[in-house]
């Protein structure tokens, strides 16, 4: 009998949310254009509005206010991403993670090539 597939929990929303900000970040042009960067900064506005889970859009909101994000190109938004979720990890009790490792984890993978 075929499993049915259940809503996400927001364990599982978390996951998919991260995955899909921290590799657009990862991919997001060095030096962006003006269009560009516009639509990242609605995009990540969009978050605290949007989010479905109440509590973690009000803590973002919390965050983004005193510290707005940084669209200017590639690294700056890959480490300001990197932050927030780290902000969310130490509330969660989870490890902090490494930010100079966002490209290896997101991007290029180990240098073993074990995920080639
Ligand atoms: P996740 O935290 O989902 O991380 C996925 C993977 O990302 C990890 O395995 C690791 O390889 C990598 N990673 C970890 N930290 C970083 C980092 N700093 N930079 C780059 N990569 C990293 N849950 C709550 O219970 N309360 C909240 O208030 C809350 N707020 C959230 C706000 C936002 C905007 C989002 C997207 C999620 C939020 N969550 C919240 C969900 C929570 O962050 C986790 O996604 C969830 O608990 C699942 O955790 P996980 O341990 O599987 O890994």
Do not use: I
Not at 5 to 30: I, N, S
Not at 88 to 108: H, I, M, Y
């Amino acid at each position: 009998t075929p499993q049915v597939e259940c809503p996400p929990d927001v364990e599982q929303l978390g996951r998919a949310t991260w995955t899909f900000l921290h590799t657009t970040a990862a991919y997001y042009p060095e030096k962006p254009t003006p269009t560009q960067r516009a639509n990242m900064l609605s995009l990540l506005r969009s978050l605290p509005v949007l989010y479905p889970c109440s509590w973690c859009a009000s803590h973002l909101k919390d965050n983004m206010a005193s510290r707005p994000p940084d669209v200017s190109g590639r690294l700056g938004l890959s480490r300001w991403l990197c932050e927030q979720h780290n902000d969310v990890n130490e509330r969660l009790g989870k490890e902090r993670f490494d930010c100079s490792k966002t490209d290896e984890r997101w991007k290029d993978g180990p240098s073993d090539g074990s995920c080639d």
